[in-house]
């Protein structure tokens, strides 16, 4: 009997449980938002998921609506198509130029709020309008949203322990001794391209970093482990050479001498060590002699370069280094709140001190 009951039991629940046809769902992998043109609908939301077209074949439907807020807009898309709208496929959000620079931080937390996205989901900023990003066409690409995702995983594996989510952009944004970034991305010649980095003061674009400036940036970021420095150096009266050398980061540190309530001075350390992969300088690089001089070109390119990125950070009140994490240590708690942050960080003498060790020169002995 009590066999006959459970095999009742199942039966019951099984249909009661909601049944989801793959073929009457619009799997949402890829939303953006840009700022519109209508006073009363200010939010433009664009998605784009993928169908199957009358004739079997793979394809992929982009809609776009306008709306008072990200909810509404999604209200209206689903008007907008037969199928039922699922969010647990998606994995970029992007947002327009515009839209960043009045603040990510409502669509944000409503992308958050929505158990069936997490804040796992990938973000990045488009240097126009994000749909445009994600209307284009790219002949053999299939998705865009597909390809966004595998272009931010990349830069997440050169870039160690960047992940651009929901989640670090609000950690970081809570946190008081640092500020979000994000990468860029533009239409270019029928093409998505990455175009550098976004620096948040807030929630708030304030400046892009274009990628040989953010190369520096990842340079002095204290997760960034390994990666790869790419770069023109003088090696000589009215000679220039590219170099590239994959380092890893062998030590790296932030003083901040003073323990006065207002810090005035910060010290960055950075100790790379790394192969030579390429060097188009007449020079033999397996030349002891000559890697020497190679890490001093290096060394003083990174203290120089190092230098104008602080000035730039600065200038535009954005600490995407977390200098201020050490400020914070340097104080105690009413200290700390009672400090005007951004003022102090940026009037701070900030240095760079760089130390390059070339391992080898990548060539067979």
């Not at 960080?345 to 080898?360: E, G, T």
Request: with cysteine; proline share 3%.
């Amino acid at each position: 009997m009590n066999k006959l009951f459970s095999i009742i039991l199942i039966l019951i629940l099984t249909g009661c449980a909601e049944q989801k046809i793959i073929d009457d769902l619009a799997l949402i992998n890829a939303v953006s938002y840009d700022v519109s043109d209508n006073e009363k609908n200010p939010l433009r939301l664009t998605v784009t998921f993928p169908i199957i077209t009358k004739d079997g074949k793979y394809d992929r439907k982009t809609i776009s609506v306008e709306g008072k807020s990200s909810k509404e807009a999604r209200e209206k898309v689903r008007l907008e198509t037969n199928l039922k709208l699922e969010s647990g496929q998606m994995r970029v959000s992007l947002f327009g130029h515009e839209l960043a620079k009045q603040g990510l931080l409502p669509t944000l937390l409503s992308l958050a709020r929505d158990p069936s996205v997490g804040t796992r989901a990938k973000l990045a900023l488009a240097e126009d309008e994000a749909s445009d990003i994600l209307m284009l066409q790219i002949k053999n690409e299939g998705q865009n949203a597909t390809y966004l995702e595998q272009f931010l995983t990349k830069l997440n594996r050169e870039n160690l322990r960047t992940n651009y989510n929901i989640y670090q952009f609000l950690r970081d944004y809570y946190d008081d001794g640092i500020d979000p970034i994000l990468p860029v991305f533009k239409v270019e010649k029928n093409n998505i391209t990455y175009n550098g980095i976004g620096l948040f003061h807030a929630d708030k674009v304030v400046g892009i970093l274009k990628p040989a400036e953010a190369r520096y940036l990842f340079l002095f970021r204290e997760e960034m482990k390994e990666g790869s420095f790419i770069d023109q150096i003088d090696v000589g009266e009215d000679e220039k050479a590219t170099i590239m050398l994959n380092y890893e980061l062998k030590d790296h540190k932030i003083e901040i001498p003073s323990t006065s309530t207002n810090p005035k001075k910060a010290s960055i350390y950075i100790e790379l060590i790394g192969d030579v992969i390429e060097y188009t300088g007449r020079e033999e690089i397996s030349d002891t002699k000559v890697q020497k001089k190679i890490e001093t070109i290096i060394t003083k390119k990174i203290n120089r370069e190092g230098k104008k990125l602080i000035v730039k950070l600065q200038k535009l009140q954005v600490d995407p280094l977390g200098i201020r994490r050490y400020v914070r240590n340097k104080m105690d708690y009413k200290e700390w709140k009672a400090l005007d942050k951004y003022q102090s960080y940026q009037d701070m003498d900030i240095k760079i001190h760089a130390k390059v060790i070339v391992n080898s020169s990548g060539k067979w002995k």
